[in-house]
């Protein structure tokens, strides 16, 4: 396994879906009735669901990717420049990885069933990485709380 491809959760996508037809809706409404009211609302509705996030593991390192309307940004962080890795365990039982630096450090929260393998991958290269667990290592943690 090369790269994990984290994408968006499947109640975000519902909800981009629902706010896609509203913004479409509320345009085709403020343009027949020519109220800018509506039309701005509508502009707004479709600015935001159009909105893509993207994150790619790889065995090098993370690559950001936001894309919308008028954004289309891509960054990245380099295994190689890391002091460490942190896990972090969210109250959602979402995990988040905070990649440690000395300039613009950042951070990626996944699902439950990607922490594993990121870390698999992530401890597959040659040069470690430190990786530090602020919660319990994965499949030692009392689901019941």
Avoid: Q, W
Avoid at 35 to 41: D, G, M
Avoid at 67 to 86: A, Y
């Amino acid at each position: 396994m090369d790269k994990i491809v984290i994408k968006e959760s499947e109640k975000n996508r519902r909800l981009k879906i629902v706010g896609l037809f509203m913004g479409i809706i509320l345009v085709i409404v403020g343009i027949k009735t020519k109220k800018t009211r509506e039309l701005f609302i509508g502009l707004i509705f479709l600015y935001f669901t159009v909105y893509k996030k993207e994150n790619t593991v790889t065995k090098d390192g993370v690559i950001y990717r936001h894309k919308g309307i008028f954004v289309d940004r891509k960054d990245s962080v380099d295994f190689s420049t890391l002091d460490r890795i942190i896990v972090y365990r969210a109250r959602d039982g979402k995990y988040i990885f905070y990649f440690d630096r000395e300039e613009d450090p950042k951070g990626i929260k996944v699902e439950r069933e990607y922490a594993e393998s990121i870390v698999k991958l992530i401890e597959s290269r040659e040069d470690k990485v430190p990786i530090e667990y602020a919660c319990e290592p994965f499949g030692e943690e009392d689901d019941g709380e």
